[in-house]
């Protein structure tokens, strides 16, 4: 079955950075495109980011464009999110998901993980 599994969030510090991850099992990783998604709290969940499958594309929401960078290892089955310049409003539960080709759009919603909390104090 499905597991996603996102690590490496924490505390930090507007301007600072974190770099998060997402181990994938049960799916074969390198046929699917993969996304980051984040939830702040009383607000809908939001997507964050998108890489195909090869990682040679990516798609980013106008929010965290510039700022937030989303990278793949195929021979690790790992989705990463490297977050710089990081603001308060960032602060959310951020989890990582298969995402349908060319959309921003999860392809299961059972596959959600437990995510993974940042927080960004001002």
């Known amino acids: 079955q499905v597991q996603l599994v996102e690590s490496g969030g924490g505390l930090a510090q507007a301007g600072g950075s974190l770099r998060l991850s997402c181990a994938a099992s049960?799916?074969?990783?390198?046929?699917?495109?993969m996304g980051w998604f984040r939830q702040a709290p009383g607000k809908e969940r939001e997507f964050v980011a998108r890489i195909n499958w090869s990682g040679g594309a990516t798609y980013y929401a106008d929010s965290v464009k510039g700022r937030f960078t989303i990278s793949r290892n195929n021979a690790k089955n790992t989705v990463y999110l490297q977050m710089n310049s990081l603001e308060p409003q960032d602060t959310a539960v951020y989890y990582c998901?298969?995402?349908?080709?060319?959309?921003?759009?999860?392809?299961?919603?059972?596959?959600w993980g437990q995510g993974t909390q940042v927080t960004v104090n001002s």
């Open positions: 049960g799916f074969t990783f390198s046929s699917y495109f």
């Open positions: 998901q298969r995402v349908v080709v060319g959309t921003t759009s999860v392809i299961s919603q059972a596959d």
